[in-house]
C-alpha cells in the first residue's frame, strides 16, 4: 500500500502519536487547555498521515473546516503559517458557524458548542469523504469517526488526551485507514 519512505514517515508519525498519548497534561486549567489545544492540533494534522482520501488534484487546498466558535481553529491556523501540506496539497482552515459553509472540507472538527447541530452537519456530510472528528461524550458511537477525550493518567498524576474511533462511523465515506491508527486508538464497536 506505501513504498519504503513513507512507511518510514508513517512510522515516524506513529511514534509522535504515540509519545503525545502518554503526555500527562498537568498546571493550571488555562495551561491545560492551551497544552490540550495543541496536542488535538498534532492529532488532527496526523490523522492526514493515516488515512487517505480519494484523489484530488494537488493544487485543490486541503480542508479542515471547525464548526462553530471553538478556539481550536484558531490552533490550527498555525498549519497554514507554517505551510504545511497534506501530500501536495496546502492546507487551509475553515472556520465555519453554518453548515453550509463547510464546501469541500476533508476533515470536519465538531466542538462541545456545535453538540446540538450535530444531526444537521451528519446530514450535511453524508456519503461524502470527510473525516468527522469531536470532543464531545457521546459523540462517537452517533456519526463522528473520530473522538478526543481525556482519560486519567495511571499515576492519578493529571490527565492524558486519547481518542476513539468508531469504524462504522467510517463506512461509505470513501475514506481507508491505516490499521497502524487503529492500533493506538480506542475502538468503538
Known sequence: MFDAPTRGRIGRALWLA?????????GTAGESAD??????VAYLY???RFVEWPRQAAEVPFVIAVIGDDPLAAALRQLEREGRRVGAAPIRIVQADAVAQI??????????AAAA??????????????????????FVGHGVAINFFLKPDILGEGERLRFAIDPRALQGRGLKVSSRLYDVAELVR
Open 18 to 26: 504515540l509519545c503525545l498519548t502518554c503526555v500527562a497534561l498537568p
Open 117 to 138: 447541530r450535530l444531526p444537521a452537519i451528519l446530514e450535511a456530510v453524508a456519503d461524502r469523504p470527510v473525516l468527522l472528528v469531536g470532543d464531545s461524550p457521546g
Open 35 to 40: 497544552l490540550t489545544r495543541g496536542l488535538k
Open 103 to 112: 464546501g469541500d472540507a476533508r476533515i470536519l472538527f465538531v466542538g462541545t
Open 46 to 48: 496526523n490523522f492526514t
